[in-house]
Antibody, heavy 122, light 107 residues
Framework: EVQLLESGGGLVQPGGSLRLSCAAS????????MSWVRQAPGKGLEWVST????????FYTDSVKGRFTICRDNSKNTLYLQMDSLRAEDTAIFYC???????????????WGQGILVSVSS | EIVLTQSPATLSLSPGERATLSCRAS??????LAWYQQKPGQAPRLLIY???NRATGIPVRFSGSGSGTDFTLTISSLEPEDFALYYC?????????FGGGTKVEIK
């Protein structure tokens, strides 16, 4: 059974930093792209970032480019999202999600974590 | 950026009725379109991928169709657990984008 467990969220002041982690199990982690998707309170889903199965390619939505960094450690089956220069509009539940296609970065997402709340406020 | 427009925003139906949800893309996404279901307080769940393929464990009452710019998710006979939010998502081009969602509520 695929399991994705996010950690590292919380309350941070504008301009601050957080690092989210997602511990994966139940599948061959190094074979699948991984993504972060967020959902602001009462709003819809927004794709944030994807990292390829090998970690060699990364993709970001424009609003986080230069502020967020996605990476993965395939030896630890863990996905990360380093978030710097946080803004109030980054407040959201952040979901870790597994790509469906084998070694396919452009993928829909067939397994999701339970989500973790990031609040940016002074 | 490919914009996905979902309609209607809200669909009010009774259990046993047929639900038809629409997703329109601002440019062709070929068949690279997925549908997700989200219930309050829960993570999204993949229902349909590549326009018409049911994901693992998804009941046959859920079906998807379409290609290019116009897509449909059909729930043939609504069960009580189907009342939820539904999102479409394209994977044709970066950035990946989601539609704004359709809420299926009990009439």
């Amino acid at each position: 059974e695929v399991q994705l467990l996010e950690s590292g969220g919380g309350l941070v002041q504008p301009g601050g930093s957080l690092r989210l982690s997602c511990a994966a199990s139940g599948f061959i982690f190094s074979d699948y792209a991984m993504s972060w998707v967020r959902q602001a309170p009462g709003k819809g889903l927004e794709w944030v970032s994807t990292v390829s199965h090998s970690g060699g390619s990364t993709f970001y939505t424009d609003s986080v480019k230069g502020r967020f960094t996605i990476c993965r450690d395939n030896s630890k089956n863990t996905l990360y999202l380093q978030m710097d220069s946080l803004r109030a509009e980054d407040t959201a539940i952040f979901y870790c999600a597994k790509g469906r296609g084998l070694r396919d970065s452009n993928s829909d997402m067939d397994s999701w974590g339970q989500g973790i709340l990031v609040s940016v406020s002074s | 950026e490919i914009v996905l427009t979902q309609s209607p925003a809200t669909l009010s139906l009774s259990p046993g009725e047929r639900a038809t949800l629409s997703c329109r893309a601002s440019q062709s996404v070929s068949s690279y379109l997925a549908w997700y279901q989200q219930k309050p307080g829960q993570a999204p769940r993949l229902l349909i991928y590549d326009a018409s393929n049911r994901a693992t464990g998804i009941p046959v009452r859920f079906s998807g169709s379409g290609s290019g710019t116009d897509f449909t998710l059909t729930i043939s006979s609504l069960e009580p657990e189907d009342f939820a939010l539904y999102y479409c998502q394209q994977r044709s081009n970066w950035p990946l984008t989601f539609g704004g969602g359709t809420k299926v509520e009990i009439k």
